[in-house]
């Protein structure tokens, strides 16, 4: 049996496992971030202080914030606050997020974040 799910790795539940309020919640978490997905920003150098405070919040890391986040593994992770920790996310090709300090989303074409031109993001503005 697989241990994580297939798109997100989220942890699966097994019978007789211990705390699986921990494994549940974390999952909840996510995909509430994820359902209708808004970052904060896409060009923050470095972590804000005290993740606990930014319950919720979802941030892009740039390519220019190399070494700074500690993230596990290469760049473009989406990151978000849960329970006072940073939880890394790998995106997905033709995941759309709408970055609030840009007012304008911006999709992950498999290699980086291309933010929509205004012209192709003025339809989405009409939602």
């Known amino acids: 049996?697989?241990?994580?799910?297939p798109r997100f790795s989220m942890n699966y539940i097994y019978p007789n496992q211990s705390q699986k309020e921990v494994?549940?919640?974390?999952a909840l978490a996510r995909i509430d971030a994820l359902l209708l997905p808004s970052a904060v920003s896409?060009?923050?150098k470095q972590p804000p202080p005290e993740a606990g405070k930014h319950k919720g919040e979802l941030y892009i890391i740039p390519e220019a914030a190399q070494n700074s986040?500690?993230?596990p593994e290469g760049t473009h992770y989406i990151v978000l606050s849960i329970g006072g920790d940073w939880v890394w996310i790998p995106?997905?090709?033709?995941?759309?997020i709408w970055?609030?300090?840009e007012m304008r989303p911006c999709?992950?074409?498999g290699m980086k974040w291309r933010a929509l031109s205004v012209s192709?993001?003025?339809g989405f503005l009409g939602l």
């Open 69 to 71: 986040w500690s993230w």
């Open 99 to 101: 970055v609030c300090d």
């Open 23 to 26: 494994l549940l919640n974390e």
């Open 120 to 122: 192709y993001a003025d």
């Open 107 to 109: 999709v992950y074409d």
């Open 1 to 5: 049996m697989e241990q994580n799910t």
């Open 42 to 44: 896409r060009t923050l």
């Open 91 to 96: 995106p997905k090709k033709g995941m759309l």
